[in-house]
């Protein structure tokens, strides 16, 4: 069964650093590009980053240029959000989906994960 689990999240203060994981089970991460997304209440789910199954390229939101890094670690089968400075506005679920390529549209993506919490306040 073709799975993504995401871990990571929780409550920090502004300006503080999260890193959250995106693990794969059932097929390989070598062959996907793996998205990060979130939702805040009320709002649209948004892209906020992804890396390429190729060359490893990386894209991400100008709101988080800058302060989030993704990487990915194939022997592990796991790809990571380092998220630092973070703000209250970054405060979310945020959802790993995977794809054959890299896109801006959550419905272009094939395999979600359930969803972790990232919360900024004081």
């Known amino acids: 069964q073709l799975q993504l689990v995401e871990s990571g999240g929780g409550l920090v203060q502004p300006g503080g650093s999260l890193r959250l994981s995106c693990a794969a089970s059932g097929f390989t991460l070598d062959y996907y590009a793996i998205g990060w997304f979130r939702q805040a209440p009320g709002k649209a789910r948004e892209g906020v980053s992804c890396?390429?199954?190729?060359?490893?390229?990386?894209y991400y939101a100008d709101s988080v240029k800058g302060r989030f890094t993704i990487s990915r670690d194939n022997a592990k089968n796991t790809v990571y959000l380092q998220m630092n400075s973070l703000k209250p506005e970054d405060t979310a679920v945020y959802y790993c989906a995977a794809d054959p390529f890299c896109s801006d549209y959550a419905s272009e993506y094939d395999y979600w994960g359930q969803g972790t919490q990232v919360t900024v306040s004081s």
């Open positions: 890396i390429s199954s190729s060359d490893g390229s990386t």
